[in-house]
């Protein structure tokens, strides 16, 4: 398990790496901790593909999800995402986007719906 977090603090220190096109890899890492306890990791390895049109972007995102709770085993679960953005203006300064994710458990299918505005200045 400490090769793999060595190899995904390295991975997700880089920027998101462009492989052409509209393809793409983004390894992520998210954390946990309640204070200064440690509560768990998500290491995400995510390959996809997002298309953009005048004032509108889509994109999808999907790969394996290597979890490590404090204190048990670590798991691989499947992850992704779906996302997509609208300019309010015509300028692009203003938009609204929009992520649905998702991970497989034990028994359920997890998911995180966020949505917001985004102003650029």
Same mark, same amino acid.
């Given at each position: 398990?400490?090769?793999?977090?060595?190899f995904?603090?390295?991975?997700a220190?880089s920027?998101?790496?462009?492989? =052409?096109?509209?393809f793409y890899?983004?390894?992520?890492?998210?954390?946990?901790s309640?204070?200064?306890?440690?509560?768990?990791?998500s290491?995400?390895a995510?390959?996809?593909y /997002?298309?953009? =049109?005048?004032?509108? /972007?889509?994109?999808g995102q999907?790969?394996?999800?290597?979890?490590?709770v404090?204190?048990?085993?670590?798991?691989?679960?499947?992850?992704?995402k779906?996302?997509?953005?609208?300019?309010?203006?015509a300028? =692009?300064?203003?938009?609204?986007?929009?992520?649905?994710?998702?991970?497989?458990g034990? /028994?359920?299918?997890?998911?995180?719906?966020?949505k917001?505005?985004m102003?650029k200045f």
């Amino acid at each position: 398990m400490k090769a793999l977090t060595a190899f995904a603090a390295a991975v997700a220190l880089s920027p998101a790496a462009q492989a =052409g096109g509209n393809f793409y890899l983004n390894p992520e890492i998210n954390s946990s901790s309640v204070g200064t306890d440690f509560v768990g990791r998500s290491f995400e390895a995510h390959a996809g593909y /997002s298309y953009a =049109g005048d004032g509108w /972007s889509v994109g999808g995102q999907a790969g394996p999800a290597f979890i490590q709770v404090d204190g048990e085993e670590g798991e691989t679960e499947l992850s992704g995402k779906v996302y997509g953005s609208l300019d309010l203006t015509a300028d =692009g300064n203003l938009s609204v986007y929009a992520e649905l994710a998702a991970i497989t458990g034990e /028994s359920d299918l997890a998911t995180n719906f966020k949505k917001g505005l985004m102003w650029k200045f």
